[in-house]
């Protein structure tokens, strides 16, 4: 009988110093990546263009991103580990984090080496809340006919304050 020996990912880590806490995308994208495949053979769109993929893609990444902020009020940074195997992936993140009013830090590190040098090394820089614009998020969602999510985004108070800082 074969053995599991990877080991379970850290999915978050609280930094009580800090009062934020740092979320591993990964395991996220990972369940965000099989509900979209799933989701694309069940409905038989494995011929959709390339334009209504992303939109699929930044639907099912944004489901993960508010399940996310519904788990706690903690005001959350996001880790997204950089591979080159995962360029599409990392293009939908890069534009999403672009308009979401919150922190993300790009590294190539897996997220609990990550962890020990930013504890050891790194000084956390919360987000300038003057630059912050639900407006720039919500024509996003928009544009990218995702007005459902909009409302999931903006109607829970606790989504809302965990990512802001």
């Not at 334009?51 to 893609?57: H, S």
């Not at 040098?117 to 006919?145: C, G």
């Amino acid at each position: 009988m074969p053995v599991n020996t990877s080991k379970t990912e850290l999915r978050s880590y609280f930094d009580i110093d800090n009062n934020v806490e740092y979320i591993n995308l990964k395991p996220y994208l990972e369940h965000s990546h099989q509900k979209y495949n799933y989701f694309l053979v069940e409905n038989n769109l494995t011929k959709l263009k390339q334009r209504e993929k992303q939109k699929l893609g930044i639907h099912f990444i944004l489901n993960e991103i508010l399940l996310i902020c519904k788990m706690s009020k903690r005001k959350k940074c996001f880790y997204y580990q950089i591979s080159p195997q995962f360029v599409e992936e990392q293009k939908l993140v890069e534009r999403i984090f672009k308009v979401l009013p919150s922190q993300i830090i790009y590294n190539q590190l897996e997220f609990d080496d990550f962890l020990i040098a930013q504890r050891e090394y790194e000084i956390f820089t919360p987000v300038d809340t003057s630059k912050i614009s639900w407006k720039r998020f919500k024509t996003f969602l928009v544009k990218n006919d995702l007005t459902a999510i909009e409302r999931k985004f903006t109607e829970d108070i606790n989504v809302k304050l965990s990512l802001i800082h």
